[in-house]
């Protein structure tokens, strides 16, 4: 099982549309979680970090669940900008490195 | 606030051919640096991680070095270039403390003919 696992996709979606990708990650000791996007060919931007309890950006919702070993990202009233790939990262304590996902490609469509 | 540079912006090299890519910090001190890797279609691969000058962890044994003479400084080499070295290279840092958020230079593209 890989570390960090997330469904590449594509979704494609309309304008306006809401869209969910979940990540599941295999340590259960993982302490810290990100989502990241990044767009094609340029560099991963973080877009949040994940919350225990949960959080909200605007249109963006993120959602941590322990027992399920899994997080997730909401987009709700999609933009054609937040087409791009987006990357589950988690941290899981035991050394400095973060654990990148491949990434869960977007397509807003006008 | 901080800024973090990466140069070239795209490379191309011939196969056995040296490499040495720059990267530097500026707004903040006593960074963690990385090195990350990303083949076409493929997810981000560590290579280096610094948490001070001259202290350089690798993480995928291969051809490839790096180096951290100042604090804010990060460079990565090559003697001698793969084909299998083609990719893009990225530069990252975080404040220190691990698993920190990580800020991303913005890459380098490099072709190994």
């Known amino acids: 099982r890989k570390e960090v696992e997330q469904d590449p996709g594509p979704f494609n979606v309309p304008e306006g549309a809401t869209v969910a990708f979940n990540c599941t990650y295999s340590?259960?000791?993982?302490?810290?979680f990100f989502w990241y996007r990044q767009d094609c060919r340029k560099e991963p931007k973080l877009l949040m970090s994940v919350y225990s309890s949960g959080n909200e950006d605007g249109r963006f919702t993120a959602q941590l669940n322990r027992a399920s070993q899994y997080i997730s990202l909401l987009i709700r009233d999609s933009k054609l900008s937040d087409s791009a790939t987006y990357l589950c990262?988690?941290?899981?304590?035991?050394?400095?490195?973060?654990?990148w996902g491949l990434g869960t490609s977007l397509a807003v469509n006008p | 606030s901080q800024t973090i540079h990466q140069w070239p912006a795209t490379l191309v090299q011939p196969v056995g051919s040296p490499l040495s890519l720059e990267c530097t910090v500026e707004?903040?001190?006593?960074?963690?640096l990385y090195w990350y890797r990303q083949a076409a279609g493929r997810g981000l691969q560590l290579l280096f991680y610094?948490?001070?000058?001259?202290?350089i962890s690798s993480e995928v044994p291969q051809n490839l070095s790096a180096s951290r003479p100042q604090d804010r400084q990060f460079i990565l080499s090559s003697k001698k270039l793969l084909l299998s070295d083609s990719g893009f290279y990225l530069c990252?840092?975080?404040?220190?403390?691990?698993?920190?958020?990580?800020?991303f230079g913005p890459g380098t593209r490099l072709t190994v003919l």
């Open positions: 610094s948490v001070g000058i001259g202290q």
């Open positions: 990252a840092w975080s404040d220190g403390l691990a698993g920190d958020t990580q800020y």
């Open positions: 340590n259960s000791a993982s302490q810290s």
């Open positions: 990262v988690v941290y899981a304590g035991n050394n400095r490195k973060l654990i």
């Open positions: 707004g903040t001190s006593n960074p963690n």
